[in-house]
Each structure stands twice: as C-alpha cells, then as structure tokens.
C-alpha cells in the first residue's frame, strides 16, 4: 500500500510539471513581426545600367502583403512576384531604391537600399 500511494504521489508530481512546463511553452510562443530588407547587387554603377535589387520578408507569410517599390535617380521594374526588381539608372547621383510591404495586422514597413550612379564618360 505504501508503494502505491508513492507512486500516485510521484506521478501527480510528474504531471504538474509536465502541464507546467507546457504553460510555460505557450505563454512564450507568440508571433513574430514581419520583417523586411532589400539589398541591391551592386554599391555603384554608370548612368543608363540596371541592377537588380532584392526583398527580402521574414514572417509574413499568411499576412497577404502588398509589395510596392519606388526609386530616385531612375526607373524600377519589379518582376518575380515583387521580390525582386530592376533598376535603370537615368541620372547621376545618390539612387535610393525602396520597397514597401503593407499587411493587415502590422501596417507599412520600409527598407531603402544606396546605389551611387556615376555619369558615363
């Protein structure tokens, strides 16, 4: 009887720490912000080249996100879905490249990449 009512004791024990510990593990997941980047494949470049620019998100999926991008000193063209996107330089300067990505739950986030545009020769 005694080896009974100890192992009764010791599996209520186990068990309070199993479902403790499983409490613990939910309150501690939550889900993550989106996240954004792009980067370009080139720091410089001459008037009347193209790079390619690249977004990247992280945690986005299922927040149905709108990708927009917008450059100065050129044209952009996004293709791959708005992944990724071609710039044309079509003047000398700073070029900033941006994309936007808007989601129900998170709103507008932003993320710009720097190409210098030189002038040709």
């Known amino acids: 009887m005694k080896t009974l009512k100890l192992t009764g004791a010791a599996l209520v024990a186990a068990s309070a720490a199993f479902l403790g510990g499983c409490a613990h593990h939910e309150r501690s997941e939550r889900p993550l912000r989106p996240t954004l980047s792009v980067r370009a494949d080139r720091a410089t470049m001459l008037n009347g080249e ?32 708005n992944r990724m996107a071609h710039f044309t330089a079509t003047s000398p300067g700073t070029a900033r490249i941006v994309v936007s990505v808007t989601t129900k739950h998170h709103g507008t986030l932003m993320s710009s990449a720097h190409i210098i545009v030189n002038q040709l020769r």
């Open 50 to 81: 193209t790079a390619t620019c690249f977004a990247t998100t992280r945690n986005a999926l299922g927040y149905h996100a709108r990708v927009h991008w917008t450059a100065t000193h050129g044209r952009i063209r996004p293709f791959n879905d």
